[in-house]
């Protein structure tokens, strides 16, 4: 029996942004449409999302260049898209972006998604910027729609000249998946034991960072600002939080050798909901970010933001309500942010406040996915209506 229900292929590099980002997408997705999952993964990998609905085809896509591989890659997925005549192809990162937008352009799939998730371009200057602002244009130029994860992501696009303004959208208010507002939220019990085990007393400040150690993060800047605070708030800590991708944790160390007893290092965790429970302020220095939901998961915990005023944070964030927005790479901008919060106790419960009120209202994943599902209907209602009336 030939089914009727309309067939989407999701394309990544690698398993993670499918379990972290579309999960629930791809859970909603299901319900409706066939959904196959094209990665470099195993069944293994993604048991969590496989069904009777959704499906894996692994494709071998290096995460960095590599020529060969890459046009190996390639031909691999135009040859499954006109296997399977995909309905949608929806592709994530960069990297498959381009793989997976090409690949779809040629095998002509009706419908080619890619979803902008920030731009590595952003920051840099000369060739380097030319050369991967070209391959964002022309991941553009190959899509039929695209989507930006944030509103200001999508405006710095647009003027930028990457994209045409009539083609990308944001879901609801941005971010790719919101926060699941059950997993993440206040824990006293757990604020307290981590505290503990951690040697940081409960009356203490905890500036958290969580996330990539990687110089575009500003996580030196933020050490050299807490470096320069902790003599006037001898009870401030610096946790930090996350995997260490470009030898960042001696560059750290270097700089808060001073006040060692006060920074707290933790690797990677599948808890960073206890971590944010555990601290005051959260702390997001970025050079460049597509929206940072690092941030409205914090916010989620009642956590408020000192964060970096770049397009894709400026979203995450309300300046002056739910954090307060420094000018990125300005130490002394840092200090003085963190300052404001560490000061003024009243300010940190209103902005921990309405932070967790904006995070539930605006970015809770069911908005976000809600979103999403009506994006799929109006799209391929689009194509239905046009071969009713063919």
Known sequence: MISNRKKIGIVATIPLPLLIFMQPHIKMLAEQYDVTLITNGTEQELSSLLSDSVHLVTVNIAREIALWRDVVALFRLYFIFRRERFDVVHS????????????????????????????????????????????????????????ADSLSQRQFLIAEQVVNKSKIQVLGNGSICGVDTQRFRPNLVVREQLRSSLGISGDSIVYLFLGRLTRDKGIADLAQAFVSL??????????VVGPDESGMEAILQSILAKHAPQFHRVGFTHRPEDYMACADIFCLPSYREGFGSVIIEAAAVGVPAVASNIYGLTDAVSDGVTGILHQAKNIVEIKRALLSLTNDANKRVEMSHLA??????????????AAMRNYYRVLLNQTTQRAQHE
């Not at 920051?123 to 695209?146: E, M, P, Q, V």
């Not at 902790?230 to 946790?239: G, K, M, Q, R, T």
Request: proline fraction near 4%; charged fraction near 20%.
């Open 92 to 147: 994530l990162m960069p990297k498959t972006g381009l793989l997976g937008m090409l690949a779809a352009f040629a095998a002509r799939v009706p419908h080619r998604i890619h979803t902008f998730t920030g731009q590595v371009w952003a920051n840099k200057t000369g060739f380097a910027r030319w050369g991967l602002k070209f391959l964002d244009k022309l991941i553009a130029s190959c899509a039929t729609d695209l989507l």
């Open 230 to 239: 902790a003599d006037e708030v001898p009870d401030a800590h610096l946790l």
């Open 356 to 369: 967790r009120l904006r995070a539930h209202e605006l970015f809770a994943t069911d908005v976000v996915v």
